[in-house]
């Protein structure tokens, strides 16, 4: 890694090949966060800091400063949300460069100490200073920024960047986080605000590759059927989260949704998220105008008089659960606090593709399940969003490198714009408005055999799907499970979780017409053309009017 960030950018007009260049110190491949240095002309803008270890971004400056001089890693920062794999080296780097300007919304400059929470309040000075929203400002000769919010998280904002030169201007846009659709504490990105920029380089995240989601509000719903069937079973759920957003999010959920109003219920919320509930509270005159309007009626988070009752878990304190509750705590909370003999059962929900894991001594404990509400744009967002700027280059951060590739071997993307995935420490040059040849995508598509011996059918594929590290998931079991999508065979692996929750005896719903005994639900998913929640996630207990009950045959038919 280090030896791949001793490229250096060129300054020197004539050796240069573009006025536009990035450097890439993290990508977020997994957790390391996004860090991306930007040449524009003879300026060098950082977009985040989210490096756990910003050991090699000093070092690369410290070994190619003249000596006896004090060089910064660039002119200035701009940070675009608080989350840690954005934010987390922020600290670190003020440290080391103290003179290094830092810039972000106003929410997201009183949001940053919350990722170093460890630290005594005196030890996190105030570094970063606050740019107003939709506002060009001009930092150097030349070179204009601005913030336009990027919904998410409170705070989060896409940045724009103008180069100014008498031939002609260059505009570049990243995105940081972005959706599109409006949650319930964030308006989403609005697209009318970004058309007509006349865009020359797009650096998009890719979080959830190309995989559609349902609507939003569906999402809310499944998840809180969920919920509410487990509560009605006298189990008591556990929501480990991040502290900033979902956290949030899900208690905006639990006070609204028509299961949980009025509903003789303890919701209590642990830690650092207990912690991100009052700097929200601190901000709400920056949150929607649905959220102020909430709050004017009723505590936003806090409430002990409405049900369901929001309750701060105090330090050490293990709240009664003789009867079933919903407990919000830290990602990287011990969830055997919790979970303790005579409590009950318990059902741990985790967020659908985050770095949230649950250790395997807790299955003993517990039932884990996963749920989608999802904070990033999916697939279509983020297509829709590449179409509506027309951009020449799209440079792909943030998401694993399959993800990754599955975007940039889109046709409908290759046949119109440059697209880059680069690795940290790959440097990527941005010539604009040259004859530029696509680099050729990622091998996606793979050649195997089919062979029918009586009954029995092998498909024999090549050794890079399984080197594909989604392969461990997909065979998890050795089972799958095989559906018509047209004249295509779709094949999908089914995981020991969800064998489990099949299997398991708690839940019969021998006698209804639900989802749970209905023939199309497999793998707690709809797979009925006919029916209205085709390929979405479906509660057991759940109905449609494409209802055909299960006939199970018995070993002699």
């Not at 029995?456 to 392969?471: E, F, G, Y």
Request: aromatic letters at 8%; proline letters at 7%.
């Amino acid at each position: 890694m280090s030896d791949r960030l001793s490229v250096s950018f060129r300054f020197d007009a004539g050796e240069t090949a573009s006025e536009l260049e990035c450097l890439p110190f993290g990508v977020h491949h997994d957790d390391e966060g996004v860090c991306l240095l930007i040449r524009m002309g003879p300026h060098r803008i950082l977009l985040d800091c989210g490096l756990a270890d910003i050991s090699t971004l000093v070092n690369r400056f410290q070994k190619s400063a003249p000596r006896g001089s004090s060089p910064l890693p660039a002119d200035f920062v701009l940070v675009s949300h608080a989350h840690p794999d954005h934010a987390r080296g922020l600290l670190a780097l003020h440290k080391a460069f103290p003179l290094l300007p830092i810039y972000a919304s106003e929410v997201t400059s009183k949001l940053l100490s919350l990722n170093w929470q460890e630290q005594a309040p005196q030890e996190v000075p105030s570094f970063c200073q606050a740019l107003p929203l939709r506002s060009p400002v001009e930092f150097k000769d030349g070179l204009v920024a601005e913030i336009i919010p990027a919904g998410h998280l409170p705070g989060a904002v896409a940045i724009l960047l103008t180069y100014t030169t008498k031939e002609r201007s260059y505009r570049l846009l990243y995105t940081g986080d972005f959706f599109l659709s409006n949650s319930r504490l964030v308006e989403g990105l609005r697209l009318e605000e970004l058309r007509g920029i006349e865009l020359d380089v797009l650096i998009i995240e890719g979080s959830y590759g190309t995989s559609r989601h349902p609507h939003r509000r569906t999402q809310e719903n499944q998840l809180a059927e969920r919920i509410n069937r487990a509560i009605a079973e006298r189990c008591s759920v556990l929501l480990p989260t991040p502290t900033l957003g979902l956290g949030q999010e899900l208690l905006m959920l639990l006070r609204s949704h028509h299961h949980f109003t009025g509903r003789d219920l303890d919701i209590w919320v642990d830690r650092s998220v207990a912690v991100g509930c009052d700097a929200y509270l601190e901000l709400l005159s920056h949150l929607p105008p649905s959220v102020q309007n909430f709050a004017r009626h009723q505590p936003l988070f806090w409430d002990e008089r409405i049900r369901p009752r929001v309750r701060r878990m105090q330090p050490q304190q293990i709240p009664d659960l003789s009867s079933p509750c919903i407990i919000l705590t830290d990602s990287t909370a011990d969830l055997s606090e919790y979970c303790q003999k005579g409590t009950g059962y318990w059902l741990t929900l985790v967020p659908e593709k985050t770095n949230i894991k649950i250790h395997d001594q807790y299955s003993r404990l517990m039932t884990v399940e996963t749920y989608l509400l999802a904070q990033h744009s999916d697939g279509p967002g983020t297509t829709k969003l590449i179409h509506n700027l027309r951009p020449q280059h799209v440079i792909f951060v943030h998401g694993s490198p399959t993800y990754l590739a599955d975007l940039t071997s889109l046709e409908e993307l290759q046949n119109r714009y440059h697209l880059h995935s680069p690795a940290a420490g790959t440097l990527v040059e941005l010539p604009i408005g040259e004859t530029f040849l696509q680099p050729a995508a990622p091998e996606t598509n793979y050649e195997g055999e089919l062979t029918e011996l009586g009954t029995v059918v092998t498909i024999t594929l090549p050794d890079a799907i399984t080197a594909d590290p989604r392969w461990r998931h997909f065979a998890d079991t050795g089972l799958i499970e095989a559906r018509w999508q047209g004249e295509d065979l779709v094949l999908r692996g089914l995981s020991q979780r969800e064998l489990l929750n099949q299997n398991s005896d708690r839940f019969t719903w021998s006698d209804l017409e639900c989802c749970g005994t209905c023939r199309h639900q497999r793998g707690q998913r709809c797979w009925n053309p006919a029916s209205p929640l085709y390929n979405f996630k479906v509660t057991l207990e759940g109905y449609c009017p494409a209802f055909e009950r299960n006939i199970e045959k018995s070993p002699e038919s």
